[in-house]
């Protein structure tokens, strides 16, 4: 008799909304994963992939209940059980890693506490025993420095360290089953690339079942033994990775697949004037020890960068989590302090303090790496949209406002109609698009992208792409793209700059480097990120 499958999912309808009245996140959804192997859950912002996972361990947000249907997981029934059998299950038996780490990691407490506290809520009593594995696990998942992170707060350490730290909690008690909610999102290439081998390593060792949901093809392709694909919260396709990629039969899934960063970027015009530019900029933190609290020595975050950044263009900056990416972003635009020149418009803004910064912030404008982190729950999306209008524009009226929001909105691609609800009812990638929407609300003359498409899927990203171009066309924009995905880099970007550990690599035209790029570490980052796609069509993890 053949083996029961590990988890398996059978007419799952959720909704959200008053009883009676309901609207469907997913409906009468179907699916099966075996034990040891890879089921990718994919689809467009919005789909209900995270609201199906979230079900398995009834974590939906406040308001969602589960309609209809059944989860077995190693053949016990969860729609109904109690909370004490889902507390033992969660963490241990089935775990987690969330799309988002900075909401999900505990800002008051140091990543061995946070780690060390699943362990020991699943039974090691030990102290010692603790410590000496959380270190371990964040050896396994690369953290550099592992043993000196442990006592870092999750504010600390760049996006994908602290994605990192996600996914350490996560194998922490060796589940069976692994709920992984686009965890490679904050990761550079090569870690990336790094973080997958290790995902496929640990289950042939330990037998792990991945529900793996992502919006990255390229993954998927790398990852999974079988995949569904989602549309408006029904599975519309689902089958063995080989063929789906092969031979997909729904026009949604071809789209999907059809669905790739296209185009290039317009030659960098290098007589257009200069918009934004830095000498020798460093931005050095402090480390402090002794009863004293005296400076010992510095974390060089950014390290002498020198650039220029001319009206109409992208430059595109590269490299490594915790390379200096961000950072280098908020120095740019007075966010962090810094020290070396910052000219704006010819003008240096090194010194100038917030009153002075003030009526320069409509022109200098940011999208932040964690749309959600960076939206206030408490304030309704045209609220968020509207404030910097309000303090920037006080003689528009709020007829006027609302107007400038909804282009805003629907420049972006969201529906206008939807401007007074909050951040939470929105997916990750929408969210993202209302950040975006943010930004150009004020008609700046530069935007610095942290990130930009992170969160949205390939189709999304695809139509964002041409969105940036054609807003710098007709507006122009002048981008600062900070990215670890070097397809859209190449779509968009005419100038790059590589960063590691603060310091610039190689810098220059973005197609001459795309095409020979001269330095190791470069030629490491592109193989990466393109070999990453070249993988083959399907992964047997068992």
Known sequence: MAEAPLLEISGLSVGFGPAGREVLAVENASLTLERGKTLGLVGESGSGKSVTALSIVRLMAPGAKILAGTIHFQGQELTKASESVLRNLRGARISMVFQEPMTSLNPLHKIERQIGEILAIHGMSSGEKRRARVLALLREVGLQNAESRMNAYPHELSGGQRQRVMIAMALANRPDLLIADEPTTALDVTVQAQILDLLRDLQARYGMAILFITHD??????????????????????????????????????MLLAAEPKGAAPPADAHAPEVLAAQDLRVWFPIKSGFWRRTTSYVKAVDGVSLVLRKGQTLAVVGESGSGKTTLGLALLRLIRSKGPILYLGKNIDGFGAREMRPL?????????????????????????????????????????????????????????????????????????IAIARALALDPDVIVLDEPTSALDRSVQAQMIDLLRDLQERRG??????????????????????????????????????ANPREKYTQELFAAAFDLAAEPETASAS
């Open 361 to 433: 912030r409509r022109h200098l404008q940011i999208v932040f790496q964690d749309p959600y982190g960076s939206l206030s729950p408490r304030m309704s999306v045209a609220e968020i949209v509207e404030e910097g209008l309000v303090i920037q524009n006080k003689g528009l009226s709020a007829a006027e406002r609302r107007a400038v929001v909804a282009k805003s909105l629907a420049d972006t691609g969201l529906d206008p109609a939807t401007m007074d609800r909050y951040p939470h009812e929105f997916s990750g990638g929408q969210r993202q698009r």
């Open 217 to 254: 093809l390229g993954i998927v392709r790398r990852m999974a033994d079988e995949v569904a694909v989602m549309r408006k919260g029904l599975i519309v396709e689902t089958g063995p990775a080989t063929r789906i990629f092969n031979a997909p039969q729904h026009e949604y899934t071809q």
């Open 477 to 514: 924009l002048s981008y600062l793209f900070i990215s670890h995905d070097l397809k859209v880099v190449k779509a968009l970007a005419s100038q790059i700059i590589v960063l590691r550990d603060g310091k610039i690599v190689e810098q220059g035209d973005a197609t001459e480097i795309f």
